[in-house]
């Protein structure tokens, strides 16, 4: 059995000795921060009356980031309707040309050839009344 009690004591001195005394303050870094808030530039009294137009600061910039979503959001949704409508536009002329060309006399009389129906020979004739 060693002796604690004198193991402890001596902890406690070499503590003591690698200790900051306590009336010593630990000095503070020199940076941006430190000399705003801690050197007088904005005391506490000036930080707390600046803390309603720093909300406001901030909702502004929580609405200014959601109408940014919101404007991203309608952008994508007009070039997908604009996407949508040109191909819309490309149906519809492929459709006129299809429709234009089984609307000429020859895609016709073709049609109507497998009905029993045959183009007439002789021009129509007028007929007058007296």
């Known amino acids: 059995m060693k002796n604690q009690f004198k193991h402890d004591i001596a902890a406690e001195e070499i503590d003591t000795e690698t200790r900051p005394k306590e009336s010593e303050q630990i000095e503070l870094p020199k940076n941006f921060f430190t000399l705003l ?36 959001n309608s952008i994508r949704k007009i070039d997908k309707l604009n996407k949508e409508v040109a191909e819309l536009s490309w149906d519809y002329k492929t459709l006129k040309a299809e429709l234009m060309l089984k609307s000429t ?22 007929i007058t009344t007296n």
């Open 105 to 126: 006399q020859t895609e016709v009389s073709k049609k109507v050839d497998s009905l029993g129906l045959i183009e007439p020979v002789n021009p129509p004739r007028v």
């Open 37 to 72: 808030f801690a050197d007088g530039i904005i005391t506490k009294q000036a930080a707390t009356n600046m803390l309603p137009f720093i909300v406001f600061i901030a909702f502004l910039a929580m609405l200014y980031i959601g109408n940014h979503h919101h404007v991203e």
